[in-house]
Antibody
Framework: EVQLVESGGGLIQPGGSLRLSCAAS????????MNWVRQAPGKGLEWVSA????????YNADFAKGRFTISRDNFKSTLFLQMDSLRVEDSALYYC?????????????WGQGTLVTVSS | SYVLTQPPSVSVAPGKTATITCGGD??????VHWYQQRPGQAPAVVIY???DRPSGIPDRFSGSNSGNTATLTISRVEAGDEADYYC???????????FGAGTKVTVL
């Protein structure tokens, strides 16, 4: 059974940094692209970042460029999102999400999310 | 950047058919996936690659994609279908994934 467990969220002041982690199990992690998708309270889904199975290709939403960095450790089956220069509008539930294949495929598994609150 | 347009809400009586549209410039040239998100839960894919159903998704759910509109159709609607539905594409021009704003389906 696929399991994705996010951690690292919390309350942070504007301008601060957080590193989100997603521990994956139940599948061969290196074979699948992974994504971060966020959802502000009461709002819709918003794609954040994606990374290919070997980590060689990464893509970011415009709001994430220059501030967020997606990475992965295939030996530890863990996905990361380093978030710097955080803004109030980055407050959201951040989901770790696995694609069906290795990139440009639909998402077939989601974690339960980790909540990020940016506030002074 | 590429924009997907969904109606904010759709209301449907039990047993009837719900139609949810997702509009985008030549979206028929892209591959569309649909996700269902029930309150308090993570999303789940209900239609992928325009019209395919993952295992476990009832055949009441169907999808199509042509021209400037992709459509998710839910036939014989049940109370349990009440949820938010999102369309998603990969935009190769901006190299971004894009989600529609979501459609809330209310079962009357």
């Amino acid at each position: 059974e696929v399991q994705l467990v996010e951690s690292g969220g919390g309350l942070i002041q504007p301008g601060g940094s957080l590193r989100l982690s997603c521990a994956a199990s139940g599948f061969t992690f290196k074979n699948f692209a992974m994504n971060w998708v966020r959802q502000a309270p009461g709002k819709g889904l918003e794609w954040v970042s994606a990374i290919s199975g070997n980590g060689g290709s990464t893509y970011n939403a415009d709001f994430a460029k220059g501030r967020f960095t997606i990475s992965r450790d295939n030996f530890k089956s863990t996905l990361f999102l380093q978030m710097d220069s955080l803004r109030v509008e980055d407050s959201a539930l951040y989901y770790c999400a696995k694609e069906i294949g290795n990139f440009i495929h639909p998402i077939d598994s989601w974690g339960q999310g980790t909540l990020v609150t940016v506030s002074s | 950047s590429y924009v997907l347009t969904q109606p904010p809400s759709v209301s449907v009586a039990p047993g009837k058919t719900a139609t949810i549209t997702c509009g985008g410039d030549n979206i028929g040239g892209k591959t569309v996936h649909w996700y269902q998100q029930r309150p308090g839960q993570a999303p789940a894919v209900v239609i992928y690659y325009d019209a395919d159903r993952p295992s476990g998704i009832p055949d009441r759910f169907s999808g199509s994609n042509s021209g400037n509109t992709a459509t998710l159709t839910i036939s014989r609607v049940e109370a349990g279908d009440e949820a938010d539905y999102y369309c998603q594409v990969w935009d190769s021009t901006s190299v971004h994934y894009v989600f529609g704003a979501g459609t809330k389906v209310t079962v009357l």
